[in-house]
C-alpha cells in the first residue's frame, strides 16, 4: 500500500529517489577512492606472498597503504579522514551536498585545505539522473534496475578517468545481474541479453588482438570487453552496434580536442570506458527510439 502510494505521485516518488540517491552518491565517492586502493593493496600482499612464500611480514610502507598492509582496508574501514592532517571526518560533516557548501564551505574544517568540488558533484550527479530515470520509467522494479544500472557505470567512469581501470568487482557482478533480470524479459529477451554479453566481449577482444597484431602495443584493457559484455547483458546483442558507435565517435571527438587544444598528450592513453558507460546507459533507456530514427535517416 505504501509502496503503491508513492508510485501513484510522480513528484513524491522522484523527491525520494533524488534524496536517497544523494546518500549513495556519498558512498560512490567511497567507492572509487578506496576500491582502487583496496586492489593495489591485493596485488602487493599477492606479490610479497609470492616472493617470500615462508615470510607473513607485508611491506610497511606504500602509497596505496595508509598503514601497514595487514591492517583492515575497505569500503567501510578505516573512518574517512582528511588526506592532508588526517582529521577524522565527523558525521555531520558528511552530509551530501549541505556539510560541502553550507557547514564545511568547501575546505576541511580543520587544516582548512580545500576539499574536490568532484565529491559534491559525484552526489548531485548521481541524485539527477537517479531521479530522472524515475521520473521517465515510474516508481517500479525496471526503473531501480536502471537506477543501480547507472550507479555502478557512474563508478566505473569516474575510476577509469582516474586510474584507467575497470574493477571486475563492479563489471562483473553488472554482467551477471543483466542476464538475470533478463531472465525475466526486464530489458530484453534472454537470449539477446546472452548474445549480447557474448559478441560485446568478443567485438573488442576481437579489435584488441588485431590492433596488438599490427602495432604491437595495446589499444585498451580487458576491464573495457567486460563493461561491453556487461551492457549487452543488460540492453541486449542489439543495442552493440549503437553502442560501440556512440562510443567511438564521442571518444574520437573528445580525444580529438583534448590533443588539439594541447591537454593531452597524442601517445597517452586514454579512458574508453566513460564513452561506454555513457553510450550504454543512452542505449538503454533509447536504444529502440534511436536505433528506429537513424533508420528512418537512412529510408530504410
Known amino acids: 500500500m505504501f ?15 533524488f534524496v536517497f540517491s544523494l546518500m549513495v552518491g556519498s558512498f560512490l565517492n567511497v567507492v572509487i577512492h578506496r576500491l582502487p586502493l583496496m586492489m593495489e593493496r591485493e596485488w602487493l600482499q599477492m606479490a610479497e606472498e609470492a616472493a ?18 595487514t ?17 577524522l571526518i565527523r558525521w555531520y560533516e558528511n552530509i551530501p551536498l549541505i556539510s560541502y557548501f553550507l557547514i564545511l564551505g568547501g575546505k576541511c574544517s580543520s587544516c582548512k585545505s580545500a576539499i ?35 550507479w555502478c557505470l557512474i563508478a566505473l567512469t569516474a575510476i577509469d578517468i582516474d586510474h584507467q581501470l575497470l574493477p571486475d568487482k563492479i ?11 533478463n531472465s525475466f524479459d526486464y530489458f530484453t529477451s534472454l537470449p539477446s541479453a546472452l548474445w549480447g554479453a557474448v559478441l ?30 556487461a551492457l549487452g547483458a543488460w540492453a541486449g546483442a542489439d543495442m552493440l552496434p549503437l553502442i560501440i558507435l556512440v562510443s567511438s565517435l564521442i571518444g574520437a571527438i573528445v580525444g580529438g580536442l583534448m590533443i588539439a ?13 566513460p ?7 543512452v542505449a538503454l533507456l533509447w536504444g529502440d527510439e534511436l536505433t528506429d530514427w537513424y533508420l528512418q535517416l537512412l529510408n530504410l
Not at 503503491?4 to 529517489?17: G, H, K, P, R
Request: proline share 7%.
Open 275 to 281: 564513452y561506454l558507460a555513457g553510450a550504454g546507459w
Open 200 to 229: 560485446g566481449y568478443l567485438s573488442l577482444w576481437s579489435v584488441y588482438w588485431l590492433f596488438k597484431l599490427l602495432t604491437g602495443k595495446e589499444g585498451m584493457g580487458y576491464g573495457d570487453f567486460k563493461l561491453l559484455a
Open 171 to 181: 563489471t562483473l557482478p553488472l554482467l551477471w545481474i543483466g542476464l538475470i533480470l
Open 52 to 69: 617470500n612464500p615462508n615470510s607473513s611480514e607485508a611491506p610497511a610502507e606504500h602509497p596505496a597503504a595508509p598503514s601497514q598492509l
Open 116 to 150: 574536490s568540488l568532484r565529491y559534491p558533484l559525484i552526489e548531485l550527479a548521481t541524485a539527477l539522473i537517479s531521479g530522472f530515470i524515475v521520473w521517465q520509467l515510474g516508481f517500479n522494479l525496471a526503473a531501480f534496475a536502471v537506477v543501480f544500472f547507472s
Open 71 to 87: 591492517e583492515t582496508f575497505n569500503l567501510a574501514q578505516p573512518a574517512s579522514t582528511c588526506p592532508n592532517c588526517g582529521h
Open 3 to 17: 509502496f503503491e502510494l508513492i508510485a501513484a505521485n510522480i513528484w513524491l516518488s522522484v523527491s525520494l529517489t
Open 261 to 273: 587544444f594541447s591537454r593531452h598528450e597524442s601517445q597517452t592513453p586514454i579512458p574508453f570506458g
